[in-house]
């Protein structure tokens, strides 16, 4: 059975467990002894395990059974297609992750376990998931407050949703009241969203497979978070049309969407909307006189909060790398953001070095003192305590790590909004050579990743040559 398989069947199993432990009646549960219920309970699933009959064909029913409520009107086509069958080879498998399930304390860390696989699994095919480090700094640094409409147009595993949900519930003590919106072009991928809300007991509108870039949203949001696919080409069938009310006389280039992603979100954002955006590197730098009257104009509306250049390496699947862009419709004083005025002021952070190897691995992470140190840094210039009932540190430039700019020396910097072009080292002759060669790396990187899909398209158009 291949990872991604073996994960579905997992996060089945997870979410039967947890809908049992969350209210399901006894009533209920008594009618599935034995299996002749419509829904096997989760206890009858664990008798089976026990028993040395073949498990793989009670746990496709149950699951299947489980997952018709949760799926909706995906409709029963759907649920097979998610739940793989199971040969007897795998029984003790099956065995041993019923129990592994059954006995778990916090079933919730097996599923961020699962997402992890399943997304390490499909990170070839470009369906990763926002890993739990950028996650957590993705939503701390937008801080959702109870009430809030929160969009992810691009979701994934709705990881950015749950997060905003246990953000909100952490620092109220409450049941969250959020209004929680995710939409994306898979349905594979909209099935994992909906398991993964549905075992957190989390509800949300994630609708029907969409192209969020299609069109603009209806509705102007609170919160905006979004790890779009980086660099991708073709992201329009027709070209984009001027009088679109999220281009306003800006239009993206066709052959790269990072610029038309930006501008839809700005679009989505209400009168103080904030968003977290994570990018490829060159939507901050980008020649092209289109990328840079783009960048012009969200300067011009003082629309760009804070850009952090991210560390490279943090995913495995592609070596671009990346900024967290924070886009903020408000930067005057106001409750949930700061006692600061920022009007006319953009933040630059650069945490470049703040990563960390993961144990038994290669594969780099955000460190946690690193974005604990970025969201301190955020509170400060914002003027907002790091605590609950604190007092606000107070901000000042750090050399190489941080540095605050009116958006006229931005204009006159040409717009660049890469923070190592701004955020500088002290002069060290050894340090500045060694980091450039890390940064030249890393930008030829990116050149590879171009020149494969200029490549790509090229194969394309030469195809299509054939067919004439």
Known sequence: MSTQSACRIALGLIYVRNQA?????????????????????????????????????????????????????????AVQDFVPHLPPTVDEQLRALVTEIDRADRVVELLEQCLDDLSAAQARGGHYFTSRDLVRLMVEAVAPQNGDRVLDPVCGSAGLLAEAERYVRERTGLQPNLMLTGRDLHADTLQIARLNLAARGIRADLGAPTDSLSRPVDDPYDIVMANPPFNLSDWSVDRPLGDDPRWAGTVPPRDNANHAWMLHIAHALGPQGRASVLMADGAATGLRPSEQRIRERLVREDLVECVIALPPGLFPHVRIPCCLWLLNRDKSPHRGWGSADRRKEVLFVNARSAYEITSGSRQRRLAADGADRILRTLAAWRGAPTEQGGAAARYGDESGWCTSMSTAAVATAGYVLLPVTHALEPADEHVAARERVEELKWELYDKFEESYALEQDLRRILDGLDEL
């Open 21 to 77: 432990q969350n209210g399901f009646s006894r009533a209920e549960e008594n009618q599935g002894e034995g299996g002749a219920g419509e829904r096997p309970p989760w206890s009858w699933l664990v008798a089976q395990a026990a028993k040395s009959s073949p498990l793989g064909p009670h746990v496709r029913r149950c699951v299947r059974a489980w997952l018709m409520p949760a799926f909706g009107t995906e409709g029963r086509e």
